[in-house]
C-alpha cells in the first residue's frame, strides 16, 4: 500500500486564491501575502465587508483586488452596457492609474475588462470604453459623478465598491461625492474601505457604508515604517536651494529622490531653482495637465529622471520602487501628511532617508509631526548660524577705522550670497531691528509666530509685507 502525501496549500494558495489568479500572482512576484492580504482576502472571499487601515506599499491593492477578481473570474463575460461589476474609488488619478495597472497585472491570462475613469484626459475616450460594461471601474469620484449624472454609467449592478484612501479623499472634498456614489450601486453589494488614518467622518463613512465589517490594521496610525532613516536640516528659507543642489549633487548616494514643496507654487520654484543649478528634474502638482502628470511619473519610475519635485497630490498613493530619499524642502499643513510623504521611501524592506529642512518659522508644524510620529527628529545639520551669524562685539581697545572695515569685508566675504541668497537678502530684516542670532540648539530661537520682518521670504514662498504679530492661518489644501 502506498501513502500518498498531500501537500498542504501554502501561500496565496492557502488562502484560497486558485488558478490563473495564482499564477498571475506568483508572476508578479508575489511569493508571500503581505500581513493585510493575510487578514482581508479570505474576509473578502467569505463575502464580508473590509475596514482597512492601512497605508499604500502595504499591499493593500492586491488584498482588495484578487477577492475580487476570484468572484469576477466565475461570473463569465456577459456584461450589462454601461455598467461596471466592481468599483474601485481612488482620491488621485496618479492612484487610481496605478490601481488598475495592478489589477490588469494580478488579472493575466483571466477574461476580465478594466476601465478607469479620470478628470483631465478625454471624456468620450471613457464613455466608449465603459459602454459594453466592464469588470472593474478604477475612478476618481470627480468625473465618475459626471458620467454618472449623464447616465453614461449604471451603478446599481455594482456589487463590490472599494474606497481607497478614503481619508485621503475627505482631505480633497470629495466625501458628499463619495456618499452619492455609494448610494448609487447596488444595496447588497460588498463593500470595503481603506485608510491610512481614521478620523471621525471616515469613522462615521464606514459605519454607513460597510456592514458588520472585519477590521484589519497593518500599522498603527501615524507610525513611520522603520526601515526610513529620518532627520531635519535646520536652516533658513533662503539657504534651502543651495542646501538641495548641495546634496543632490551626490548621485551616488541620493539615486532617486523625491522633493515635497508644500504649495504648487513652491514645488515649480523649486524646480526652476534645480533646473537653474543644473539638474534635470520633473514636476508634479494639481495644476499640471493629467498627460504631464503622468509623463513625470514615467519618467521617474523608469529611472530616466532622477528628481522628482512634488506637491501633497504624490504623498499617497504613488508607489515607485527604489526612491532612495525623500526630502521635505518645507512641512507639510497637515503633519499627518509627512507621514504619507516619507512612506514614498522604504519601501518593500528597502532602505530610505527622508530629510526634512526646516526654517525656524516652521518649528511648529515641525512638533506636530514629531507627535504624530512620537519621536524627536535628529538634527543633521544646523545651518541657521551661518545665515545669522552674531554680530561682532565693539572693539574697544583702540583699533582703527582700518581696522575695522577690512573685518567688514571679510565678514561679506564670508558670506558669500548665492544669487538666490542675494535675492532673498535685499528683503532682509529692516534696518534698525537687528535679527538675533540663532541657537544652535533644537530650542528654535523664534517662535513659528514669531514676527517676521518686512519682506522676507516666508517658508511658501510668499513675501510677508509687515511684521506678522498672529500665526498664520493653515492654508487650504493646496495639492
Ligand atoms: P500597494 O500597497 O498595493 O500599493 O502595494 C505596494 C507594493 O507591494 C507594490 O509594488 C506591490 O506590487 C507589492 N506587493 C503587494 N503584495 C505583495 C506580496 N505579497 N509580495 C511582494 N510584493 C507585493
Same mark, same amino acid.
Given at each position: 500500500?502506498?501513502?500518498?502525501?498531500?501537500?498542504?496549500?501554502?501561500?496565496?494558495?492557502?488562502?484560497?486564491?486558485?488558478?490563473?489568479?495564482?499564477? +498571475?500572482?506568483?508572476?508578479?512576484?508575489?511569493?508571500?501575502?503581505?500581513?493585510?492580504?493575510?487578514?482581508?482576502?479570505?474576509?473578502?472571499?467569505?463575502?464580508?465587508?473590509?475596514?482597512?487601515?492601512?497605508?499604500?506599499?502595504?499591499?493593500?491593492?492586491?488584498?482588495?483586488?484578487?477577492?475580487?477578481?476570484?468572484?469576477?473570474?466565475?461570473?463569465?463575460?456577459?456584461?450589462?452596457?454601461?455598467?461596471?461589476?466592481?468599483?474601485?474609488?481612488?482620491?488621485?488619478?496618479?492612484?487610481?492609474?496605478?490601481?488598475?495597472?495592478?489589477?490588469?497585472?494580478?488579472?493575466?491570462?483571466?477574461?476580465?475588462?478594466?476601465?478607469?475613469?479620470?478628470?483631465?484626459?478625454?471624456?468620450?475616450?471613457?464613455?466608449?470604453?465603459?459602454?459594453?460594461?466592464?469588470?472593474?471601474?478604477?475612478?476618481?469620484?470627480?468625473?465618475?459623478?459626471?458620467?454618472?449624472?449623464?447616465?453614461?454609467?449604471?451603478?446599481?449592478?455594482?456589487?463590490?465598491?472599494?474606497?481607497?484612501?478614503?481619508?485621503?479623499?475627505?482631505?480633497?472634498?470629495?466625501?458628499?461625492?463619495?456618499?452619492?456614489?455609494?448610494?448609487?450601486?447596488?444595496?447588497?453589494?460588498?463593500?470595503?474601505?481603506?485608510?491610512?488614518? =481614521?478620523?471621525?467622518?471616515?469613522?462615521?463613512?464606514?459605519?454607513?457604508?460597510?456592514?458588520?465589517?472585519?477590521?484589519?490594521?497593518?500599522?498603527?496610525?501615524?507610525?513611520?515604517?522603520?526601515?526610513?532613516?529620518?532627520?531635519?536640516?535646520?536652516?533658513?528659507?533662503?539657504?534651502?536651494?543651495?542646501?538641495?543642489?548641495? =546634496?543632490?549633487?551626490?548621485?551616488?548616494? =541620493?539615486?532617486?529622490?523625491?522633493?515635497?514643496?508644500?504649495?504648487?507654487?513652491?514645488?515649480?520654484?523649486?524646480?526652476?531653482?534645480?533646473?537653474?543649478?543644473?539638474?534635470?528634474?520633473?514636476?508634479?502638482?494639481?495644476?499640471?495637465?493629467?498627460?504631464?502628470?503622468?509623463?513625470?511619473?514615467?519618467?521617474?519610475?523608469?529611472?530616466?529622471?532622477?528628481?522628482?519635485?512634488?506637491?501633497?497630490?504624490?504623498?499617497?498613493?504613488?508607489?515607485?520602487?527604489?526612491?532612495?530619499?525623500?526630502?521635505?524642502?518645507?512641512?507639510?499643513?497637515?503633519?499627518?501628511?509627512?507621514?504619507?510623504?516619507?512612506?514614498?521611501?522604504?519601501?518593500?524592506?528597502?532602505?530610505?532617508?527622508?530629510?526634512?529642512?526646516?526654517?525656524?518659522?516652521?518649528?511648529?508644524?515641525?512638533?506636530?509631526?514629531?507627535?504624530?510620529?512620537?519621536?524627536?527628529?535628529?538634527?543633521?545639520?544646523?545651518?541657521? +548660524?551661518?545665515?545669522?551669524?552674531?554680530?561682532?562685539?565693539?572693539?574697544?581697545?583702540?583699533?582703527?577705522?582700518?581696522?575695522?572695515?577690512?573685518?567688514?569685508?571679510? +565678514?561679506?566675504?564670508?558670506?558669500?550670497?548665492?544669487?538666490?541668497?542675494?535675492?532673498?537678502?535685499?528683503?532682509?530684516?529692516?534696518?534698525?531691528?537687528?535679527?538675533?542670532?540663532?541657537?544652535?540648539?533644537?530650542?528654535?530661537?523664534?517662535?513659528?509666530?514669531?514676527?517676521?520682518?518686512?519682506?522676507?521670504? =516666508?517658508?511658501?514662498?510668499?513675501?510677508?509685507?509687515?511684521?506678522?504679530?498672529?500665526?498664520?492661518?493653515?492654508?487650504?489644501?493646496? +495639492?
Amino acid at each position: 500500500m502506498t501513502t500518498e502525501i498531500i501537500a498542504e496549500p501554502t501561500g496565496f494558495a492557502a488562502l484560497g486564491i486558485s488558478g490563473q489568479l495564482l499564477k +498571475a500572482t506568483h508572476a508578479a512576484g508575489y511569493t508571500e501575502p503581505k500581513p493585510i492580504q493575510l487578514q482581508a482576502i479570505p474576509a473578502q472571499l467569505q463575502g464580508r465587508d473590509v475596514l482597512g487601515i492601512a497605508q499604500t506599499g502595504s499591499g493593500k491593492t492586491a488584498a482588495f483586488a484578487l477577492p475580487i477578481l476570484s468572484k469576477i473570474i466565475g461570473l463569465g463575460t456577459r456584461r450589462r452596457p454601461r455598467t461596471a461589476r466592481a468599483l474601485i474609488l481612488a482620491p488621485t488619478r496618479e492612484l487610481a492609474v496605478q490601481i488598475e495597472d495592478t489589477i490588469k497585472t494580478l488579472a493575466k491570462g483571466a477574461h476580465v475588462s478594466t476601465a478607469l475613469v479620470l478628470g483631465g484626459v478625454s471624456r468620450s475616450s471613457q464613455v466608449k470604453r465603459i459602454a459594453p460594461g466592464v469588470d472593474f471601474l478604477v475612478a476618481t469620484p470627480g468625473r465618475l459623478t459626471d458620467l454618472v449624472r449623464e447616465k453614461d454609467l449604471i451603478l446599481s449592478e455594482t456589487t463590490w465598491l472599494v474606497l481607497d484612501e478614503a481619508d485621503r479623499m475627505l482631505d480633497m472634498g470629495f466625501i458628499n461625492d463619495v456618499r452619492r456614489i455609494a448610494k448609487a450601486t447596488h444595496p447588497a453589494r460588498q463593500t470595503a474601505l481603506f485608510s491610512a488614518t =481614521m478620523p471621525d467622518e471616515i469613522a462615521d463613512l464606514a459605519k454607513g457604508l460597510l456592514h458588520d465589517p472585519v477590521r484589519v490594521e497593518v500599522a498603527p496610525q501615524g507610525t513611520t515604517a522603520t526601515e526610513i532613516k529620518q532627520g531635519v536640516i535646520l536652516a533658513r528659507l533662503k539657504q534651502k536651494r543651495q542646501i538641495l543642489s548641495k =546634496m543632490l549633487k551626490d548621485e551616488e548616494t =541620493m539615486r532617486s529622490v523625491i522633493v515635497f514643496a508644500r504649495t504648487k507654487h513652491g514645488a515649480d520654484r523649486v524646480t526652476r531653482d534645480l533646473e537653474r543649478d543644473g539638474f534635470e528634474a520633473a514636476v508634479i502638482h494639481g495644476n499640471k495637465s493629467q498627460n504631464a502628470r503622468q509623463k513625470a511619473l514615467n519618467g521617474f519610475r523608469d529611472g530616466s529622471v532622477r528628481i522628482l519635485v512634488a506637491t501633497d497630490i504624490a504623498a499617497r498613493g504613488i508607489d515607485v520602487p527604489g526612491i532612495s530619499h525623500v526630502v521635505n524642502f518645507d512641512l507639510p499643513d497637515e503633519a499627518e501628511s509627512y507621514v504619507h510623504r516619507i512612506g514614498r521611501t522604504g519601501r518593500n524592506g528597502q532602505d530610505g532617508t527622508a530629510i526634512t529642512m526646516v526654517d525656524p518659522a516652521e518649528n511648529a508644524k515641525l512638533k506636530q509631526v514629531e507627535r504624530i510620529i512620537r519621536m524627536k527628529l535628529p538634527v543633521l545639520a544646523d545651518h541657521l +548660524a551661518e545665515a545669522d551669524p552674531q554680530p561682532k562685539p565693539r572693539q574697544s581697545n583702540g583699533s582703527t577705522k582700518q581696522q575695522n572695515s577690512a573685518d567688514r569685508l571679510k +565678514a561679506a566675504n564670508d558670506r558669500q550670497p548665492s544669487q538666490d541668497n542675494k535675492r532673498d537678502s535685499k528683503r532682509a530684516a529692516p534696518k534698525g531691528r537687528p535679527r538675533k542670532a540663532s541657537n544652535t540648539n533644537r530650542h528654535w530661537p523664534e517662535k513659528a509666530n514669531a514676527p517676521r520682518p518686512a519682506g522676507e521670504r =516666508m517658508p511658501d514662498g510668499t513675501k510677508s509685507r509687515k511684521f506678522n504679530r498672529r500665526p498664520r492661518k493653515a492654508a487650504a489644501h493646496v +495639492a
